[in-house]
Every structure is written in structure tokens, then in C-alpha cells.
């Protein structure tokens, strides 16, 4: 045992999976029909990283033979083991420090929207007219050599518009990935379609990356899957060489430190991007009336602190609520999560689109934030394509740069993350502030638009670097000559992996970097200095000519070796200037034990 407290145990345990088995622990207890230790159930530990990625989940792995687990199930990239525990020695495990978290593996997913008709409103015709809303048609890269993998219940490799598009088409259940031959259903189709789509039966039904490589990835079975299923799926992917992963499968809601969510943001750390559904709000209920306020259903497989999360829109480019169809009143999830960050990210349409499917006719209309996450998951197949060198990171701010913020023009001019925040605590919100704060839960940072990401992909408009505790700042500057929008976004890894577990309170940390903006006089104009958002921006209408100094400042760090890799995204090409090192301002940084843990390092190639 380590000397985690009863408490942190407790902290170690995701939510709900503590009370489930106590639950089946006392009514087995009380059953005369079966022995406690012959009941065993599927379990996903998260270890703590050491110098060998290896040695904790070897460590783990004795430790479960000795406690008589089966089906143990080393991750071979990620941090994770997996098995079949003996239920009275689960909440046990929880002692041990090196085990991180303790998940329910066991936790079923559910498809995320599916309607082989078309819902009665607006509705898109093709997928033309669908990507001319976020301006995919006409581009010059289709993602060649880029690999996506779609997380679904299978795709028809069949559809002529689909035919030969599929390189690798895997099953993920019973603890393994393997290839294997499976069936296809609607709901992955779409997907595939919507990314992919050769447009040979119809020219106006192109996917938006038609040559990116497609990993059609089962998972579990076109009926039933799991978490277990679906974080194996991501260990596969990353050994295989998957650069984009599309999820449109749910667990529960978000409450902000689940097993799923820490497991998906260190795949983000590893490289890999991470583009998921955000959810259908809380389902279609006919008890509920279509004026009814939308309440924040943030899904686990959506709150991730690098997850790209998309929202859903209408043919008109308005946000899916419960009024845009008079025959449901489901909706596009929004934010924002549990712990108070931004969701979602960005939206796409998602509701009434005209996509590909399994019906005689090859393509029906079908809504959900599902058919909305694959218009991302192809655009950053683009940008991929466009420059091979981009890390995840890169890539998810290079989208949010590009998308067209505010759609209903009623955020004030002047916007930043702590003014988010502000408006998010504030109980006493004017009418027309909930108006702003409901459109930041909503569309998040806009509407995606490809052009522009692609646009700035050119001429310095984003930068990858480090901070350590010894630099006050890390300094860039840029210089204005017309007046125009502009917006500055500062985005950071998150290495919950790397935390120890016996501190006062959760092992969940996250580092905090500030952002401030500076004249030519010096003078600070604005500053983004947010405890709660993994993203520091700060948006103005314009600035008078002359040249500006970005400084991003590192107010917590909390990476064992005290370096935090970000990136700095203008919409105004930037230059980077020097650190300023100053020993009486460094940055605080958490009391990691330092001969016990040793930080992953994150391969950054092709720094700007």
C-alpha cells in the first residue's frame, strides 16, 4: 500500500463506479447463491507514468495475479491496464499510489444520433451545400497521407461512394483490436461518408477529406460496446499511426475527471487528435415542452481538456435546440462542463444533413451531433495535409482561429476568457448577458470555417513553445496596419498522468498559463486570466496601428519536470521576441516527489 487516505481512495474511484460496487458488494453479502470472490467485474486502472512507461503497469499487473484477476490487459501506448477483478478487492486497489484511477469498464456507450428521415424543418440537400457553410469546398489539400479513425458501430466498405476508401477495418472487443471483417450500419456510414465520401455516385456528396486513409474501428459490436472497448480502440490507434480520431459514441455525462476523459487527453499529449460529438442534450422527451430551457449535457467522451467537442447546426446556421424540428425536442449539447470550461469547441452542421447510409437510395437526411463531428475530423485531415509537421495541439488552435465567432453578432466586441468566467459565476446575469454567456455554451468559438484555418496555417500565425518556472514571460509581438478583428489564442497539454495522488486533494491538476497584451507604450490593453479554461483568448474588434507584445505568463505549472508545451494562434502573423527571466517571479509549481515520478516527455518536431 502507498498512504492514500480514505478520502483520496475515494477521489481514485470515477464517480458512480464507487457507489456501484458497494452496491453489488452488499447485496452479494446478503446472497447465499454466490461466493463475493467468485463475482468478478471488468475494471480500467490508470497508473502513474515513471521512467519506463512500462514499469507501473508491470507492477500493476503482478499485483493483480497475486489478487487473483484474470483477462489482465496491458496498454502498450497509453497509461492504462485493464482486468477482471475480484469485486472485493477493487476499492482496495485504490491504496496502492501508483494506481491513478480506478474506471468502470464495464460503462456501455450509445450511438449519438440516428434518423433515416428527415426531421421536419430546414434541411441540407447534399454535402456541397453543407461544407459551403464552412467554406470546405474549393481547398487544395484533400488529406493525402493522413490516417482517421472512425469510432463507430461499422461502415459499409460497400457504398460505391465508399468502395476501397477503407485501409484497415478492426474490431475492438474482449480486451483486443484485431483486423477482422464486420458489419456495417447507417450510423457509421455517415461518418465515414461525410469525412471521405469519393463522390462517384453523386459529385455533390464529396466527403470533406476524401483521401485521407480511413480505420473503420468496430466498437465492440454493432449492438453493444463499452468503455473498455473504446479506450483499447485509442491504445490501437495510437501504435498504428492514427493522426485523427473521430468519436460519435457517449458514456455519461461529464463530470470533469472521469477515466475516459484522462485517458482520451493523454492520447492528445501523445500526439493523436481527439474530435468527439458533444452530445444530444438530454434526449427527446415529449414531457418536455419545446420552450424549455436547454440544461448543459456535456458527455464523458466530450470533456476532455484538448478534446475537440462539436456542436450541431441547422441549414441555417443557427444552433439545433428545441425548437429547430417540430417533431423532436432534442437538442445539440451545451455548456458548459461540470468543472466550468467551454463547451463545445466549435459547430458544424449536424441537424437535417444529407449524408451516406445503407437505403436504397444511398443517402438520407439524419440528425446529430454525430453527423457533426466528422466535418472537424476532416478539416484537420486538410490541415494535416497542408503541413505534416502539425502537433494536436496545433491543429485544435488553427481550428479555433479559423472559425467565425459570435454567428448571432451579440458578444460584446471586446471578449476574453475571465470574462467568460465572470459572467459564468455571476447569479444576478441581465437578460442580455445570458443571451452572451448562453451563445458561448453554444456555438463555443463559432462556426468552423476550413479557408480561414488554412489561412493561417501561413506567415507565423501560430507558434509551438515551452515555459518553465524561471521565465516571467515568453514574448511575441505583432504589428497592425489596418483595422480588423483580432483574436488571440493560447492553448496548453494537460498531464494529469503525471500528478502524484497522495496531495491534499484530487491528482487531477492542470497547469495554468495567463495571457496578457501589451502596446507600444508598454501599457496592458487586455488580459485573459482565467483559473478554469484550458484556453486563454482574448478578442477585440480592432486596434489602432502600431506594434503589440503578447506575453504569456505561466501561473501554475504542473508537469513534473516544470515545462508546459503550448501554442500562442493570432489572427495577426507574430514574431517571436525573447524570454524574460526573472528569479523573483517564478512560477509556483506543485511539491512533486521527484525520485518517485519523472515526466513523459512530449515529442514536438518542426517548432516554428
Known amino acids: 500500500y502507498g498512504n ?3 478520502d483520496q481512495v475515494i477521489e481514485k474511484v470515477d464517480s458512480g463506479f464507487y457507489e456501484k460496487i458497494q452496491e453489488k458488494i452488499n447485496s452479494n453479502l446478503f446472497s447465499s447463491q454466490t461466493l463475493l470472490s467468485n463475482n468478478y467485474y471488468d475494471v ?42 475480484p ?23 450509445g450511438l449519438l444520433g440516428h434518423t433515416d428521415k428527415r426531421n421536419h424543418g430546414v434541411y441540407f440537400t447534399n454535402l456541397y451545400e453543407t461544407k459551403e457553410m464552412i467554406n470546405a469546398n474549393d481547398v487544395d489539400h484533400y488529406g493525402t497521407g493522413v490516417n482517421i479513425a ?8 460497400t457504398h460505391p461512394d465508399l468502395h476501397h476508401l477503407i485501409t484497415h477495418e478492426v474490431v475492438c472487443d474482449d480486451n483486443e483490436c484485431r483486423n477482422n471483417n464486420h458489419s456495417s450500419q447507417d450510423h457509421g456510414t455517415s461518418q465515414v461518408g461525410i469525412i471521405a465520401g469519393s463522390g462517384l455516385s ?19 459490436t454493432a449492438e453493444e ?30 463530470d470533469g475527471s472521469s477515466i475516459i476523459s484522462i485517458i482520451i487527453d493523454e492520447a492528445i499529449d501523445e500526439g493523436m487528435l481527439v474530435v468527439t460529438a458533444i452530445g444530444n442534450g438530454n434526449g427527446y422527451d415529449q414531457t418536455i415542452s419545446d420552450d424549455s430551457p436547454r440544461i448543459p449535457y456535456v458527455l464523458n467522451t466530450a470533456c476532455g481538456t484538448n478534446t475537440i467537442s462539436v456542436g450541431a447546426l441547422d441549414a441555417e446556421g443557427k444552433i439545433w435546440d428545441r425548437t429547430t424540428f417540430s417533431d423532436r425536442n432534442d437538442y445539440s449539447s451545451i455548456g458548459p462542463t461540470y468543472d466550468g470550461r467551454i463547451k463545445p469547441e ?5 441537424a437535417n444533413v444529407y449524408v451516406h447510409d445503407l437505403s436504397d437510395d444511398l443517402y438520407s437526411w439524419h440528425t446529430g451531433t454525430s453527423h457533426a463531428a466528422p466535418f472537424v475530423s476532416g478539416a484537420a485531415g486538410i490541415l494535416l495535409d497542408a503541413k505534416k509537421q502539425l502537433s494536436a495541439l496545433e491543429i485544435k488552435s488553427l481550428l479555433l482561429l479559423g472559425a467565425k465567432w459570435d454567428p448571432q453578432n451579440i458578444i460584446p466586441e471586446i471578449f476574453t476568457a475571465k470574462k467568460y468566467d465572470e459572467l459564468q459565476l455571476d447569479s444576478s446575469r441581465t437578460v442580455s448577458e445570458d443571451k452572451i454567456y448562453d451563445a458561448i455554451n453554444s456555438y463555443g468559438f463559432g462556426i468552423l470555417n476550413v479557408q480561414h484555418s488554412l489561412q493561417y496555417l501561413e506567415n507565423s500565425h501560430i507558434i509551438r513553445d515551452s515555459i518553465q518556472p524561471h521565465h516571467y514571460s515568453k514574448d511575441y509581438t505583432f504589428t497592425v496596419t489596418e483595422q480588423k478583428q483580432i483574436k488571440i489564442i493560447l492553448s496548453w497539454l494537460k498531464h494529469p498522468i503525471n500528478s502524484i495522488s497522495n496531495i491534499d486533494e484530487s491528482f487531477d491538476y492542470i497547469s495554468d498559463l495567463n495571457l496578457e497584451l501589451y502596446n507600444y507604450d508598454s501599457n496592458l490593453i487586455q488580459s485573459s486570466v482565467s483559473t478554469i479554461q484550458n484556453n486563454e483568448f482574448i478578442i477585440l474588434p480592432s486596434l489602432p496601428d502600431g506594434e503589440y507584445t503578447i506575453k504569456v505568463i505561466p501561473g501554475l505549472l504542473s508537469t513534473l519536470d516544470n515545462v508546459e508545451y503550448f501554442t500562442i494562434a493570432s489572427t495577426e502573423p507574430i514574431t517571436p521576441v525573447h524570454s524574460n527571466i526573472s528569479p523573483d517571479a517564478i512560477a509556483p509549481t506543485l511539491d512533486f516527489r521527484v525520485d518517485d515520478f519523472l515526466s513523459y516527455p512530449i515529442p514536438l518536431s518542426g517548432i516554428d
Do not use: R, W
Open 202 to 220: 453523386n459529385s455533390q456528396m464529396k466527403g470533406i477529406s476524401p483521401n485521407v486513409g480511413l480505420f473503420d474501428l468496430l466498437i465492440g
Open 346 to 350: 466549435i459547430t458544424t452542421p449536424g
Open 225 to 254: 460496446s463499452n468503455v473498455l472497448d473504446l479506450i483499447n480502440a485509442l491504445d490501437y490507434s495510437l501504435l498504428h499511426g492514427v493522426n485523427v480520431v473521430n468519436i460519435s459514441l457517449f458514456s455519461d455525462i461529464c
Open 4 to 6: 492514500s487516505t480514505g
Open 150 to 157: 472512425i469510432f463507430d458501430n461499422g461502415a459499409s466498405g
Open 44 to 85: 480500467i486502472f490508470l497508473v502513474q507514468k515513471s521512467s519506463n512507461n512500462q514499469d507501473n503497469k508491470d507492477k500493476l499487473e503482478n499485483l493483480l495475479q497475486e489478487k487473483g484477476a484474470t483477462q489482465i490487459h496491458k496498454a502498450k501506448m497509453l497509461s492504462f491496464v485493464t482486468a477482471s477483478v
Open 87 to 109: 469485486l472485493d478487492i477493487i476499492l482496495d486497489l485504490a491504496q496502492y499510489d501508483y494506481i491513478n484511477k480506478i474506471g468502470d469498464g464495464q460503462q456501455t456507450l
